[in-house]
């Protein structure tokens, strides 16, 4: 799906209301159910990736998800032209090289070392999935990653969970919030957009997705799930540096 003109203005600022309801324009494809390691896949296929926080949470996690097939680092490595895998964990980095021979990893600070490796080359994205969430001012975030990497970077793909999921509600009428300890936010399509856009980027899309696996069995919450795109649990967001003319 994508923001008309006129949620962009509000988006924007050029527009306000306390009581917005944004409706979106749904396409066909938004009413594909898939997960989000499948989009992600088909986003990157052939592309130049650099993927940020491609580590995960510690390497036993790693290993529990290459073993369930969810390990997105995997995927990108099987897809794409060229990734490199790119994380603030250094010992995170040298266990990958060591105990899974992983390479094209660089365990760097983006937003302030040198990056080398990251500004010499010519990238067609730069995949933040599941960052934004940990990230304490995710504006000023990707505002620097804009600032740093917009000259050899094309495209800025973002995936976050989704604050509407349908579990995430159901959980809250009982009075329980289910969450990751180290997650900051909560994010809508709207919110994440306004984000983006806070930070210089302009959205050029968003797709709402299954962040884990559509078991075939489960006929009808997928049949739930193809006609309410809204109450998926991940959002992924593809965003741009606007040209001069756009704004």
Known sequence: MQFDSVLLEYLQGTRFSNG??????????DFLYDTRINWLRSICEDKNVVHVGCVDHELAQVHHKLKRGKWLHAHLMEVCK???????????????RNE???TNLLAADLLND???????????????????EHIG?????LTQLRERYA????????????AFASEIVSRAHRG????????????????????????GLLPTQVLMCRNGVIKSRAFLRNRRMRHQPLLRNNIILSARVPDAHTG
């Open 100 to 102: 899974l021979n992983v």
């Open 137 to 141: 001012d995710p504006v000023t975030f």
């Open 82 to 96: 060229r990734v490199l895998g790119v994380d603030i964990d250094a010992k995170g980095i040298e266990a990958l």
């Open 151 to 162: 000259d050899v970077t094309r495209e800025f793909i973002i995936t976050v969970p989704n």
């Open 114 to 132: 040198p990056c080398e490796e990251v500004t010499s080359g010519r990238w067609d994205i730069m995949l933040l999935a599941e960052v934004l």
């Open 20 to 29: 917005l309801q944004a409706a979106y324009p749904f396409a066909e494809d």
């Open 176 to 199: 329980v919030e289910a969450i990751n300890s180290d997650h900051r936010f909560w994010f809508t399509p709207y919110t994440l957009a306004k984000v983006c856009i806070d930070a």
